[in-house]
């Protein structure tokens, strides 16, 4: 069964400190992976993702992350912080095999703050 | 283009009662999910239609939680009866196709419900 470890709950940086958000993830193969954020009172939505190619994925708002294949990593970036970045961001992981049923896993969130 | 809607934003009620939540996916949208998100945890699966019919239901407790979506469009989320553990955000997501965990297509949420069950 494919899963996700997000093994920081919560962290906290100084607006124009470069971030990096973890993640790690249990699955057969080479899974497909996703970064979403949570604002407060919102949906998801969708920062990034990654099902084949370079292993360095640019997302929306400044976001990368990097695939890791040996360390089953695929950990978030931005190298400046904004206020507006404070949120929850979620790691997920799909299953590349195709079916009707594509169902999303998803870590238990990291959640930013970011201070002045 | 409109995003996912969803109503109630925000639902009060007592263990026991029923509760219905709707979801209006982006239109043209063949593929509809409902999440659970449980505070501290990241969204859970509850069910996933292929235009009418189920695709996955395989995490919806069936013996107090239904849904359906009739005509492809729309759907509801019920629950009957309520219980303390019910209490969470109810997400709704589409994606213009059933592949979205193969990264070929993306899920689109909307904004939830919260759900506090007394």
């Known amino acids: 069964a494919q899963s996700v470890t997000q093994p920081d709950i919560h962290i906290t940086v100084s607006e124009g400190a470069s971030l990096e958000l973890r993640c790690n993830y249990s699955?057969?193969?080479?899974?497909?992976l996703f970064w979403y954020v949570q604002s407060p009172g919102q949906g998801l939505q969708l920062l990034l993702k990654?099902?084949?190619?370079?292993?360095l994925v640019q997302g929306i708002k400044g976001f990368e992350a990097e695939f890791k294949r040996s360390q089953s990593s695929f950990n978030l970036r931005k190298p400046s912080v904004h206020w507006s970045d404070a949120a929850e961001y979620f790691c997920?992981?799909?299953?590349?095999?195709?079916?009707?049923?594509?169902?999303?896993?998803f870590g238990t969130g990291t959640r930013l703050q970011v201070t002045l | 283009e409109a995003g996912v809607a969803q109503s109630p934003r925000y639902k009060i009620i007592e263990k026991r009662q029923s509760v219905a939540f709707w979801c209006n996916p982006i239109?043209?949208?063949?593929?509809l999910y409902w999440y659970q998100q449980i505070l501290g945890q990241g969204p859970k699966l509850l069910i996933q239609?292929?235009?009418?019919?189920?695709?996955?239901d395989s995490q919806l407790p069936k013996d107090r939680f239904s849904a359906e979506r009739l005509k492809g469009v729309d759907s509801t989320l019920k629950i009957q009866p309520a219980k303390l553990e019910d209490s969470a955000v109810y997400l709704c997501?589409?994606?213009?196709?059933?592949?979205?965990?193969?990264?070929?297509?993306?899920?689109?949420f909307g904004p939830g419900t919260r759900l506090t069950v007394l």
């Open positions: 997501a589409s994606s213009s196709s059933p592949w979205a965990g193969t990264g070929a297509d993306t899920q689109y």
């Open positions: 699955y057969g193969a080479t899974p497909y």
């Open positions: 990654y099902f084949s190619g370079d292993t």
């Open positions: 997920a992981v799909g299953p590349t095999y195709t079916g009707t049923a594509s169902k999303l896993t």
């Open positions: 239109s043209g949208h063949a593929t």
């Open positions: 239609f292929q235009n009418n019919g189920v695709v996955d």
